[in-house]
């Protein structure tokens, strides 16, 4: 195997975990509108309700 080979193995390596960390960073974000009972964030402090619908 070549530099090339290497190079293209671990640009696809990378891009597979950082898909996997995008899906599994909106699953819990997901759940977490989902849930009434849910701790707001510090951002979100001062509205009265953090759901959007």
């Known amino acids: 195997m070549g530099t090339f ?3 293209a193995i671990l640009a ?3 891009m597979g975990a ?3 960390f995008a899906i599994v960073s909106k699953e819990r974000t997901e759940r977490m509108k989902r849930d009434p009972d849910s ?3 510090a951002l979100a402090a001062d509205t009265s309700d953090h759901h959007s619908d």
């Open 18 to 20: 950082m898909i996997i």
């Open 12 to 14: 696809l390596f990378s």
């Open 5 to 7: 080979s290497y190079l």
């Open 39 to 41: 701790e707001k964030s």
